[in-house]
């Protein structure tokens, strides 16, 4: 099995900046993509970015293209988002996430969940 824990969120202002991190640990993989995920209230869980852990491939939502970077540091099993320009819109529980396959932006093709830290943009 695989644990992720998420950290990072808080509450920021509208135009402020948090870093997500999400943490590995248990089985590990020739390869795994990470992804992040959000789900707001009342609404369905969506993408928000992934990256490749071999490769640094990245994959990112429409609505997060210029302001969310993804990164990771293998040595330490270790992916951050970084998000800035925040919006209230960006207001949700924020999830990370793990699959060996692609960067797939389907949240069922992830196998493995965080239990989520919750960002508040404030306007």
């Known amino acids: 099995q695989v644990q992720l824990v998420e950290s990072g969120g808080g509450l920021v202002q509208a135009g402020g900046s948090l870093r997500l991190s999400c943490a590995a640990s248990?089985?590990?993989?020739?390869?795994?993509?990470m992804g992040w995920f959000r789900q707001a209230p009342g609404k369905e869980r969506e993408f928000v970015a992934a990256?490749?852990?071999?490769?640094?491939?990245?994959r990112f939502a429409d609505s997060v293209k210029g302001r969310f970077t993804i990164s990771r540091d293998n040595a330490k099993r270790t992916v951050y988002l970084q998000m800035n320009s925040l919006k209230p819109e960006d207001t949700a529980v924020y999830y990370c996430?793990?699959?060996?396959?692609?960067?797939?932006?389907?949240?069922?093709?992830?196998?493995?969940w965080g239990q989520g830290t919750q960002v508040t943009v404030s306007s």
């Open positions: 996430a793990a699959n060996q396959v692609t960067l797939t932006t389907s949240p069922s093709r992830y196998p493995y």
């Open positions: 248990g089985r590990t993989f020739s390869d795994v993509v």
């Open positions: 990256i490749r852990r071999s490769t640094g491939g990245t």
